[in-house]
Structures are given as C-alpha cells and as structure tokens.
C-alpha cells in the first residue's frame, strides 16, 4: 500500500478550508493539515459589517455553520479527518526538502511540517496608510473577527458619537450603515473623484453618492486624509484632510488589501504583475507542488483577458474546489471570473460584472455603446415595486456585452447574476434581448430590466435610437450650446422634481406630437423622462414630425448625476 | 413619394400593441391599425389574482402605464399615432385582395381593413370543460379584465365562504392565495396526480403541496371534475368529482387555453402540431405578409428543439418587438425560448426552466444526472435567509444542463433566472460551477444555490458523490430493502422535526467517525441531513472508514416528499 499523500494547507480562512474538504472527499487517505496564524479559522470576514450593525447578533454566527457548529479544530477532525492547527505562522517554504516551518506563536517554537503537495491561502492585509497617528486607539481597519471584536468594545466602552470612514469602496459603504443603524453620525472620506472608484462609472456612483447623502452621511471625495489627531487618552479625535478636519471619535479605514505574498516570494515563487501569486488554469504555482488559491493568488478575468487582484470570499471557495481537486490527482481548471461584485449600502442594491465604461475605455475599447437604462423591478401594479438603476456596456458594431453595473432599491442583484451569466458565456445584446426570464408580477416585468437594457443597447445599435449620455447634456451646457432639454413627464411628475438646468422644459408625452407642430425645427431636442423610455419615444415622435437633431437622453430622470429641484 | 405601409393588427392585449408600437418607431409614416374584439387593450391579465387579493388596488392599475396613462385608443393616437379601435371582431381575412373583414359589435355593421402587413395576435382562450353545471352563476373562468370585474362583484354581493379551484397550474395557486387572502375556505382539484403537473417533478409538486396545505388549502389531486351543483337561485352549490363532493359558492376554471387561431385556419394559413399558429423564424405564418405572435403562435422550444404553445406575456412582448422590426423591413428572428415560469404560491416561489425530470425522459433522454439541492438563499447569519428548494437536471456524461426547478420559500426567482440564461446559452454543469455570481452576506452565500446544485452535479458526474432519490428510497423501503437511513444532523434538528421511516435512525455528522466503527460493514447506508450537505459529507466519512455500499439521499429532509413526524 502506498503512503498517504502529505498535503499541507497555510491559511484557515476560506480558500484553505475549502481545499482541505475538497481533497479529503477525493481522497480519504490523504493526511491533510491546515496551518493558521490567527486564532479563528473559516470564518465569514465578509458579516463583519452586520456584527457591528448589530444585524447578525453574535460573533459566534460568523465561526459557525449554518445549523450552528463551530468550525474549530474537533469539527475539523471529526467531520473532516483534517488536522487543523491555529497559531501556527508559517515562516519558510523549503521546496528542496518539500517542507514548511513554523513557528507556535504561543510557545515561539519552530516547527516542520513536510508535504508532498502544499497550499498557500494566506489572504490578504488591509492596507495600513502611513499617515500620522494612524496608530491611535479607535482607529480600525477590518479583517478578521478580532478587528469585529475590537469594533465592538470600542463602541461600547467609548461612546463614540461621530465616525469618520477612510475609503468609499464596499467595506466602506456596509460600515457607513453599520455606524448609521448604531446612531453615529457619519462621514466617508474617499481620496479619488467618486465613491465606489474603479467598480462604477462616474453617473451610476453619481446618483448612489445623492441616496447615501440623504441617508444621513456626509460624503467627501477628492480628500485624500493627510493625518489623524488625538486626545489626552491617545484616542483618535479629528481626521484631518487637505481640506478640512472632520471630529471623529472612531475611525474605519477601509482603503483595500494587500495580497500576502512574502512567504511565497522568499521561496522563489513568481509574483504577478498584480502583486498577487502567479497560477496557471490548475491553480498551481511556479512550482507545481504548490497550489496558491483565495485572495493571495491572481484570478483570471475572462473580459480583461489577463490576470487582475481582487479580494473575495466567493472566488475564494471556487478556487479551493479546484485546489482540492487537484491536489488529488484530478485536473480541474479555473474557467477564470468576471469581475461581479455586490454590496447592499443601506437599501439600495449596488453591484457590477464585467467592465465599465471607464474600464473599458482605460483598456483601449473605444468602440463601445452604452445604456443608462432605469427600469422598475417588478410590475408597477404589484406592491413594492423599486427601480434598478441600471448601465450595460457593450461593444459597437457586435453589440457582445462587456459589463453591467446596477444601483437603486429594487432587486438589482438578479439582473446582476444574469448579466455574470451572460458575460461569462459571452452573450451579445441581440441574444439577451430574448431572453426568455422568469416572468410573474411579483418578480418581474413582463420585459425583464436586463432584457430591456439589452434591447436600448441594440436599438441604440442599429440607429434606431440616438442618445445623450447626461454627462454629454452636462457638456452641451457648459458648452453654451443652442439645445431644447424635453421633459416629457406628466404635470404631477414634473411638480415633484425636476432636473435642475436652465434648458430643461415640459410638454407631456401625450400633448407632443400636437404641441410640436410650434416648436422650431432647427434645434437640437434632447427628451428625457423618468427612465427614458418616454424620452426615447418622443425621440421617435420628433423624428417622425421631421425633426432631424433629436435624441434622448440616457437614464432619465432617475440617473440624473447632477442636481434636482424638489 | 411612395405610399405609407399599411399595417393592420388584430388583437390589442400584448403581442398586437408592442408590434404595432414597434412598427411606428420603426417606420414613422407607417399608417397602422390595431383591431380589437373586446372593451380593453394593452391589459395585464397576469396581475388579475393580484387584484382579487386586493394586493393590487383598481382594476385601473392594470390598463394603465405605471405613470397612470391609460393604454386606450386617445394614448395609441396622441403618442404612438396609431389607430386603436375596440369592439371590432375580425371575422375574415381575404389574403388574395389583402384585406380582413371586421364585424362592429357595437352596431353590427361589417367592415373591410386592407393591409400591406397583417400581424394576428388573437391570443388564447381558456378551455372550457363540457361539464353538467358549468354555465351556473359564480363559475368563473380568468382571462380579461371584465372576467376580474365579475368575480369581484360575486365576491361582494354573494359573499362566498367556500371556493372550489379547478386546475392546480399557476393561475389556480395564485387564486388560492388570492381567495384565502379574502377569507374564503379554499380548496383546489385537479385532474392529473400532483399540482403543477407537467411544469415540475413530482418531488417538488409534494413539497409545494404540503406547503399550500399548511396554508389552509386543501389539495385534491387525481380528481377529475365530473359536474357543478347548483341553489335554487342558479349559482353553483358544489362541485362534483367521482372522488366526493366539495360544497362551493364560488368556482375558478383554470385548467389551461387553448391559442385562438379560427381566423387563421379558415385563411388557410398553417396551423401548428401543438394547435397554434406555425410561424417561421420570422415568425411569419405560412403567408410572408402575415405575422402572428404571442399566445396564438408557436414558440420554438430551443432545448426541445421544436415548436411548442404556451401562454406568455413576456413572450408575446419578445414576438411583438421582433414582428415590428421585421414588418417595417427589419430581418429580427425569434432565437426561441427555454420554457421559464415562474409564480409566487402564497410566500414560496415556484417557477422551472427548460426540462423536468420527466419531461426529458418522456423525450427518450434517459442519459440524465439529477440533483435535489435545496441551499439558503443568502448567508445565514444575516437576517432573513431561507431555503431555496433547487432541482437540476443535466446530460450525461457531458453535463449539459436541461433545466433547474425551484421550489421555497428563499429568492428562487434569481437562480431561475441565471438557470434561463444558462440554458439559453447552452452551458454544462461545469461551466455553472464556477460561475462568478455576486456575493454578498444579504444576497447570496459564498457559494450561491444554483453553483452548489452545479457542484453536486459534477460531483455525481465524475463519480465522487452517490445519491438516491427520495423515490428511490421510498421504493427500496416498498421492496423491503434491508438499507440504513442516517440521518446526521444535530439533536436538536432531530427532536424538531424527523422522516416518517421504518429504517431511518440518527447519528450526528461531528459523531459518526466515532459510531461508525460498530456499524454493520455488509449493509447500505442512506445518509442525509436537512439539506444533504451533511449527507454528503456523511457518504464520504463511511466510504473513508472501509464501507462499500452508501448513498446520501438526495435534498435531505427538506425535499422529502412523504410523511414528516413533528
């Protein structure tokens, strides 16, 4: 009988774990041992939010199953024959020998452990600014169910009143609404032009940045922090920026995350340019006998075409099946992702896949057509009905999908999911335009949102429409160009809000096609409605009464990034 | 200059107006007619239950835009410039001089139309059984908005108490809702032997049925309606089965329609296999200048590979777009459907895509892998999370899907949704389960339902995981099978609710490593938990410890159809 095969895993978050499983169900000789640095192991880095919210009560729900078993070192061994050790930091790899050290944090003694297969999950560090004071108490940044627990201590033996948030990504945002549901009040300060930067165009963050505002926190961009100072305890008291200092008792810094990589590099391992774990389609490393998965390893986009870095616990589990698999004599292979990503920022559903337009122009992909194409989530008649804000990417002539992103209060991350679907597929917008969706007023329109994107891309395509994103209407302005701005809105609409620009005015869509025999033929008619679907059909109208400059205007109302009148 | 397309539509419901309404953006000089039988035009028969409930407040709200435009003829004229006249029933079309024939219900008069293009979108009608008693006042059949009108006002002025449902479909569940909602006893009889026959698999009908009777309904399945009683003042007193008797005071037929294409045959036009329309890519009929679209013409089925009839709004929405581009010169083809549905049965959502089980079998394709995969819908220890009940059906050994079933009470309707779009893009199990959906603890678990059932899939695929069905257990259990079913979740799991099963005994998952070793080697072990995750786990545990006859069972306790003890 041959032996067992050794597999050592480094790291007991996500990616590690789920290898370990993976590998024992393959093989149930293998003898499989998990190191982790920290005290917890598998744990939910990603509820953290909602611990703090208040939302998930104990940190007890982010160690456990399910069904409420802790996923400690006897789960491991009883359910999963897996020895799983904690406080054990791993300090070299020796590929000659095919061994690890390790060093027991408690006892501070060097251990070896040999392999015949390893895996390297060791995650990834917030980035830690070198910014003075950045070491003064109630200053976070949020990782690990320590951090949780510190948060929480904080919270309630310090009585902070007001809160400043370092960076308007995810984390950023879940906390302005943690701290807001605890009764602080808020400010995120972000350094770069928008919030949610390089995961939303400028229009769709835009219009999320107006709803977060009107949740009760101040949103500062373009302010990069340049110092914390503190008071007589040493605590943090004011954030200071280039612009101004904010008051705050408690400070989040949330401003991304670092791949760990060190161990592997002083291995001799390669390093991609993204500063993440080079692997190929198996997950291996450079070196075959080393499988790097989770968020210290690349992943593979499949629209970019090449390797990027991010930070995600579901990729996380996609990669530790396949580790697992492999590290057992299988031959699974990463198909690669798409770059989706979802948050839930108070009530509004925030999301993208693929690319943005800003990314895809960044990558060179002029040739694109765009829709900012608001729609309601399910039928209007049905209780609760919420729009999804909405742009879809695609490329011009083809009309192949590059991306989609949503923000609004209605059920944005199903759209989302078909758009990854799609993405991944390769699907163009002729194709999701028939998509055949689930289709009952609870759950939908009887076109689908994504559906009815798809269709405007495609309309916009072939011609049939012509549009105005609202930032070329914002520029025609600046410009001091000659141009009608048609709000074709009923009188009660309009009444409630309006676009706040001095070309805007009103004509019901119902009164067009008569009060347009007045109006002079020689301008340019930009229409517009609540979601633009009116604007494109008084688009229609206009062209037909022999208007030749007319176009609508991409998103309506709803997607308007600049100011409203109420 | 040449003269303007003329273009006559009949049917003013869903397919008629959207094509009609594509054409004039598609061609401003178009002079287009729609021509309609009824009162209404551009309703949503889809949200008739809703506005029994009471959920939907004003039969208004289904004749109107979601601004509250009534769809009538003065919106038809002022804002697509098109002719929309009501009570006009097309008696005839003389293909030979192009031109229909339409009778004025009003006055009577005939009247003659000529066309360029002809679009026939005449719909379907609900089938009525030829049963003693079925013309008795309070026996409803749903369709239109005056249908609605008349249940309503029975509802007030009889005041039902009982109500008897005839055909177990979507629209007969959504008025049991409907009906309990209003305090009515409810009780729903169908012909064939489960509910929903035909659209899911026997397993998730059961669990569906047990669900909808602890709602207060009662399920008589396999009872053919054979007569309706009535009072002595004309309305139905009981319904009659061969089975027994169901006291009603209110009755709703809804056992399918049947597509209207009377006109269409005595043109001599080309009537399907299914009873519908037969229509081209183009979706043209069998005359290049004649469309048809929506409930009255085939669909093609795109994994049956064939025409099929089925009732949709959304698909008449997708024919009428397509039919408008090609009747303005376009060259738009119909890519097909894959069969999605989807309702909402009291809280549960219940919709499939493509193939059932025995729908794929029925087609000779017997090479099929299944899974039972039920998964919560988002991360359990955010607030909120609740089952997804989840079957997939794929190719073997290629693992192309065929179709995925839901059935529960967490957010089905987003995986169906993927599922479609999987399908319609022809994707295999393996593709799926890796799929890069967005995660986020208040959308989704780090590995979403739909990949997870993709996963399980593989995992039987190449051989790692072993299931039964619960059918094939309950036959194993029928042939007095000497079999072990463990069920390994916790005590407390245990206590609350158990299988109904001579064979069935416990053993927590944390313990079996430890029990097993006294186990019998020579028998077969059934294992499962509540979703079978455990029972995986638990199949891999005792194939680990030397035991060579296991299976989990497929979908755990929550997807077994028989008898649960409390």
Redesign the interface.
Known sequence: MAESLKIVVVGGV?AGPKAAARA???D??AEITILEKGDYTSY?A??IP??ISG??KEIK??LAT????MRDA??FK????IRLLTGKEVTAIDRAKKQVWARDRASGQEEIYPYDKLVLATGATPVKPKIPGIDLANIFQVRQPSDALRILKALEETKPQRAVIIGAG?IGLEFCEALRRRGLEVTVVEALEQIFPGLLDFEMAAILQRYVEEQGVQVKTAQRVTGFAGDSQGRVARVITAQGEYPAELVIVAIGVRPNVELARQAGLEVGQTGALAVDKYLRTSDPDIYAGGDCAENFHRILDRPVFVS???????HG??IGTNLTGGQAR??G????????VFDY?V?A?GLTEAAARREGRTALVTGLVPA?DH?????G?KFVGLKMVAEAPGGRLLGVQVVGPG?G??R???A???L????DVH??????????????T???PLVNAA?VVENKLTG?AQALSPMEVQKLTEQGKDFMLLDV??PA?FKEVRLKHPKAFAVP??????KAQDFPKDKLYVTFC?FSLRG??AE??L??LGFEQVKFMDGGLVHWPYELEK
Do not use: W
Not at 78 to 81: A, S, T, W
Not at 337 to 344: A, C, R
Not at 509 to 514: F, H, M, N, T
């Open positions: 996500a024992r169900r393959c149930p000789r939910a990603c509820g909602f611990l939302q998930t729900d982010l399910p069904v409420g078993a006897s789960f009883n359910v999963k024959d995810a995600s616990g579901e990729l996380a589990n996609v099946r396949i990463y198909q992702m798409v770059g989706t990503f979802v948050t839930k559903t999301g896949t309601l039928a209007h008649y049905y209780p009905a059920d991350a199903k989302l999911d078909v990854a679907a799609a991944t597929l390769g699907a194709t999701i335009s028939q998509f055949n969706l689930g289709y009952s007023p609870p759950y939908n009887a076109i689908d269709q049939l809105r009923t609409e869509l119902g009164k067009l096609r008569e609540k494109y059909e229609k109208i062209e037909s």
